[in-house]
Nanobody, 121 residues
Framework: QVQLVESGGGLVQAGGSLRLSCAAS????????MGWYRQAPGKQRELVAA???????YYAVSVKGRFTISRDNAKNTVYLRMNSLKPEDTAVYYC???????????????WGQGTQVTVAS
């Protein structure tokens, strides 16, 4: 059973920064790609960033240049550094392990409780 615990969300002014963390247990963390998703009210959950087991990264166009995903395999943790935040970044953020070593392998069915990010204008 994979358990995911997201943290680090909060209320921040536009232009501010946050760092999200996702601690994973019960999985072979180092061999799986990991992704950060977000879901705003009334919208579908979307992938914003992903990191492969080999540390290759993917970013959605909307966050490229502002967000940075990283991982610490020794701590079974994946991070999302978010800079220059905008009101449209407001959402619940979730992490998710992909089935394989790359995001092309497809996302798994494991989700944490998410962490709320609210960006005030």
């Amino acid at each position: 059973q994979v358990q995911l615990v997201e943290s680090g969300g909060g209320l921040v002014q536009a232009g501010g920064s946050l760092r999200l963390s996702c601690a994973a247990s019960g999985s072979t963390f180092s061999v799986n790609a990991m992704g950060w998703y977000r879901q705003a009210p009334g919208k579908q959950r979307e992938l914003v960033a992903a990191i492969s087991s080999g540390d290759n990264t993917y970013y959605a166009v909307s966050v490229k240049g502002r967000f940075t995903i990283s991982r610490d395999n020794a701590k079974n943790t994946v991070y999302l550094r978010m800079n220059s935040l905008k009101p449209e970044d407001t959402a619940v953020y979730y992490c998710n392990p992909f089935v394989g070593s790359s995001w092309y392998s497809g996302r798994s069915d494991y989700w944490g409780q998410g962490t709320q990010v609210t960006v005030a204008s």
